[in-house]
Each structure stands twice: as structure tokens, then as C-alpha cells.
């Protein structure tokens, strides 16, 4: 399959500042990725729909001002919450979507956001 | 979007197959159904998709009842590396195409 990448895999950050997450797709061209998030032992929840070249789409609840996403290139998407808080700590999760006709949707392998 | 139905959990003991159902009676004409995979701390694994016939593929097969009301995931040797949270979703191939999890099915192997 095809393959995503997430950097960092862990992150610790003071409260109140920015933090980033990357998520590259590495073996093919990306015009649609996806954000996530997952608290612990619970499913994933949709943040938003990036898009190479436009503005994110974000779910109802999920504030755009607090989590900015930048789609800039094919290859890469940018997470970066701001002014973060402890209610903020989570497993953050990107997917791409692949055009190998069925649009397959694979998975990076997660980063660990912990607010201190 | 069109909404699930799976099993809390599920146990089932190495090297037997495991059947894993899903519910999903208000599936679209233009929904595929897909399942995916997460071990511990790692991102979603894709396992297989269908869309009206059973599927194969080297990690499982994929079977759809006729009404496309409801499938099955079928893992016909069982490892203690398939214990994972496995997740039946519907994707309207149209649209935004975006991944909606459920809470998905806790698969238990026992050795």
C-alpha cells in the first residue's frame, strides 16, 4: 500500500504555544488529506478535510482558528494547533487519499501531543 | 453519512478464523464498504473494501449479503498480530469520499 508519513511522532509542549504536525505522503501525489484525532481508548474523530491549494474543510465543533491546516504542496499537509492547552493532548492522526481509482484512503502512523 | 452497527468485542483463539459482522441497513447505492484496523498507538491499517460481491485479498476476505444490508470480515487463520480494534465504515465513493469511524470491534486472540 501506499505509504504516509507523520512527523513527529511524539511531541511535548509547554501550554500556551504552537505545535506542528506533518504529514507527507510518500510514494505518490496527495490533493486530499484528512486530519484526525483520538483520545485514549476511543475511536477516531474527523477534525478536517485538507486540500492541496484551498482551505481545509473543517467538521462542525472543530475550531479552524486553533488547529490551522496548510495543504501547500502535493506531497504535504501541516497540522498546527495554537496556543495549545492541556485538553489539547491526544493522538493526532493524518490520512491521504490515493487515486488508484477506488480512492483508497491510507493512514499515518499517528503523533503523540502531550501539553504540559 | 450512513452509520454502522459491529460488536463491542470479540475473542477467538489463534490459527481459527474469525468472523466479524456489521450492520449497516441504511447503506447508499454509492457506498463501498470498508474496513480498517488499528493496533495500539498506530494509525488505521486498510484491511479491504467492497462494494456488491465478496472480496479476497492476502489479509482477508470481504463478505457482502445480498441486500447489502449488512457484511462480514473474514480472517481465515487468526494471529496474535490480528488483535486489533477493526472498523466497518461506509464511504460514499461521491462526495467528499471522507473516512467516518465507528467504534469499531475489539479483537481478542488467545494463544
Known amino acids: 500500500g501506499a505509504v504516509v508519513s507523520q512527523h513527529p511522532s511524539r511531541v511535548i509542549c509547554k501550554s500556551g504555544t504552537s505545535v506542528k504536525i506533518e504529514c507527507r505522503s510518500l510514494d505518490f501525489q496527495a490533493t486530499t488529506m484528512f486530519w484526525y484525532r483520538q483520545f485514549p481508548k476511543q475511536s477516531l474523530m474527523l477534525m478536517a478535510t485538507s486540500n492541496e491549494g484551498s482551505k481545509a474543510t473543517y467538521e462542525q465543533g472543530v475550531e479552524k482558528d486553533k488547529f490551522l491546516i496548510n495543504h501547500a504542496s502535493l506531497t504535504l499537509s501541516t497540522l498546527t494547533v495554537t496556543s495549545a492547552h492541556p485538553e489539547d493532548s491526544s493522538f493526532y492522526i493524518c490520512?491521504?487519499?490515493?487515486?488508484?481509482?477506488?480512492?483508497?484512503?491510507?493512514f499515518g502512523e499517528g503523533s503523540w501531543l502531550t501539553v504540559v | 453519512d450512513a452509520k454502522t452497527t459491529q460488536p463491542n468485542s470479540m475473542e477467538s483463539n489463534e490459527e481459527e478464523p474469525v468472523h466479524l459482522p456489521c450492520n449497516h441497513s441504511?447503506?447508499?447505492?454509492?457506498?463501498?464498504i470498508h474496513w480498517y484496523r488499528q493496533l495500539p498507538s498506530q494509525g488505521p491499517e486498510y484491511v479491504i473494501h467492497?462494494?456488491?460481491s465478496n472480496v479476497n485479498n492476502r489479509m482477508a476476505s470481504l463478505a457482502i449479503a445480498e441486500d447489502r444490508k449488512s457484511s462480514t470480515l473474514i480472517l481465515h487463520r487468526a494471529t496474535l498480530r490480528d488483535a486489533a480494534v477493526y472498523y466497518c465504515?461506509?464511504?460514499?465513493?461521491?462526495?467528499?469520499?471522507?473516512?467516518?469511524f465507528g467504534q469499531g470491534t475489539r479483537l481478542t486472540i488467545n494463544p
Open positions: 467492497g462494494l456488491t
Open positions: 490520512s491521504a487519499r490515493v487515486q488508484d481509482g477506488v480512492n483508497t484512503i491510507y
Open positions: 441504511t447503506i447508499s447505492g454509492t457506498d463501498y
Open positions: 465504515i461506509l464511504r460514499d465513493f461521491q462526495g467528499a469520499q471522507k473516512l467516518v
